[in-house]
């Protein structure tokens, strides 16, 4: 992120492209509108590789002030139909949206380079919000229990909606072609995930094979993988990490769950496993203390504390240092959350689901670089630690409740 700029309000050195400063000035000549370069310039780069920034639009007639957008370029291919879908979204549920969603304040444009640009009103958000990622862990336990009662409380409480499907195919739905040939997570099915030259991982083999051997079970048709499970579905955000919600902070510098926003929906489905969210934000908040490093005994509790069919709270595990324990306490207080907009009854299904939604995200972890050699061996334990709690419930009766179609 940049903190001042003072290039003679240049738009195409601020925004470093001379492509989208062309779009951009374009646009804005079609909207009667004059752009420049903002008094608290703001600019960075997405994981997507998407370039976000901030702008000053002007109207060219009448006496209203200038006002602040966020531009979004999206990438070309999928990320660059965010703008609809991102619309989509809006229009499926205007209330939610209204409270969780930002506007876009004008269509978006498309590039002949197959880039779009969207326009957000949300620069205000730049200057004293924060992502869940960006908080230290002490104060993620209220805004990630808070974005989870809101994805499935506010977003899916009245509308959400109960399949039923092969488990092959919810957990085919749940990879979203991770296995597509040249995606990370088939270069990792091939290479079973890790550099099996590297000492440290050899020992992992056997678990590597376990996983493999599990998902390819599930996948291609077992006797598992054709067993009915009944899920639950409704709107997902798609890709619901700590760095894709903003926590807005008050002017007393304290965050304000309440009026937490979602960004970055190009992954929105109106119609996924409602799990996919949480399986999302939990594996996201795992990582905040997995990437430094853990002990095995604090994987174990990190583990048991995602894929145990019941949230408990932990009370010790050796060697667990304070990061390790206040992310017990957030992993606990989210699944609790989560639970608690579900009757007693239904607890039991939503578990199965939980835990496929959570195979997939260990896997598609388990295939990026990014994350570091250790983070990736440790989703690797919760992968396998998620495909046994799911073959346990093969075992422990119908994952389809007598209610169902009645
Ligand atoms: N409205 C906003 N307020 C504050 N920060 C934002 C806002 N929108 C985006 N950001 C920051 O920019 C990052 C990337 O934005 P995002 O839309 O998630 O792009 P990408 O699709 O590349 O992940 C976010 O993780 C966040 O740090
Ligand atoms: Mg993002």
Same mark, same amino acid.
């Given at each position: 992120m940049i903190s001042s700029f003072d290039a003679d309000n240049d738009l195409a050195a601020y925004l470093g492209d001379s492509v989208v400063a062309s779009a951009l000035e374009a646009w804005a000549g079609g909207h009667a509108l004059r752009v420049a370069v903002p008094p608290e310039p703001w600019r960075r780069r997405g994981g997507s590789g998407a370039l976000l920034v901030r702008v000053r639009v002007t109207r060219i007639a009448g006496d209203r002030g200038p006002s602040d957008l966020l531009m979004k370029v999206c990438?070309?291919?999928?990320?660059?139909?965010?703008?609809?879908?991102?619309?989509?979204?809006?229009?499926?549920?205007p209330t939610f949206a209204r409270r969780h969603l930002f506007r876009q304040a004008f269509p978006a444009t498309i590039l002949q380079d197959g880039r779009v640009l969207m326009y957000l009103d949300s620069s205000e958000s730049l200057v004293d919000d924060r992502t869940l990622g960006e908080l230290p862990i002490r104060l993620l336990v209220d805004c990630a229990t808070a974005t989870i009662r809101l994805v499935w409380g506010e977003w899916n409480g009245r509308t959400r909606r109960r !399949?039923? %499907?092969?488990?092959? @195919?919810? =957990?085919r739905c749940e990879l979203r072609g991770?296995?597509?040939?040249?995606?990370?997570?088939?270069?990792?099915l091939q290479q079973a995930g890790f550099d099996v030259e590297d000492a440290q991982v050899q020992a992992l083999s056997d678990a590597s094979a376990?996983?493999?051997?599990?998902?390819?079970?599930?996948?291609?048709?077992?006797?598992?993988?054709?067993?009915?499970?009944?899920?639950?579905?409704?709107?997902?955000?798609?890709?619901?990490?700590?760095?894709?919600?903003i926590v807005p902070f008050g002017p007393d510098e304290s965050p304000d769950p309440g009026r937490i926003k979602l960004i970055d929906l190009s992954g929105f489905s109106p119609t996924a496993p409602l799990t996919r969210d949480l399986a999302t934000l939990l594996t996201s908040c795992a990582l905040?203390?997995?990437?430094?490093?853990?002990?095995?005994? !604090?994987? %174990?509790?990190?583990? @048991?504390? =995602?894929?145990a069919s019941r949230p408990t709270a932990v009370t010790s595990c050796r060697a667990e240092s304070p990061a390790v324990k206040d992310m017990l306490g957030v992993l606990h207080a989210v699944r609790s959350a989560a639970l608690a907009e579900f009757d007693a009854d239904l607890q039991h299904l939503l578990h199965a689901q939980y835990l496929l939604s959570l195979i997939a995200q260990a896997i598609t972890y388990t295939s990026y670089r990014n994350i570091g050699h250790f983070g990736r061996r440790w989703y690797f334990e919760l992968g396998i630690s998620a495909a046994e709690r799911f073959v346990a419930f093969y075992d422990s009766g119908p994952l389809v409740s007598s209610t169902w179609l009645k």
């Open positions: 990438s070309p291919g999928s990320p660059a139909g965010e703008p609809a879908i991102h619309e989509r979204a809006w229009q499926l549920s !399949e039923v %499907s092969t488990v092959a @195919d919810v =957990l991770a296995f597509d040939k040249g995606r990370s997570a088939y270069r990792w376990q996983l493999n051997a599990m998902v390819s079970l599930l996948v291609r048709g077992s006797e598992l993988g054709q067993r009915k499970l009944e899920y639950f579905c409704g709107n997902s955000h798609g890709d619901l990490h700590l760095d894709n919600v905040k203390v997995v990437r430094k490093g853990v002990t095995p005994a !604090e994987t %174990s509790a990190l583990v @048991d504390a =995602l894929t």
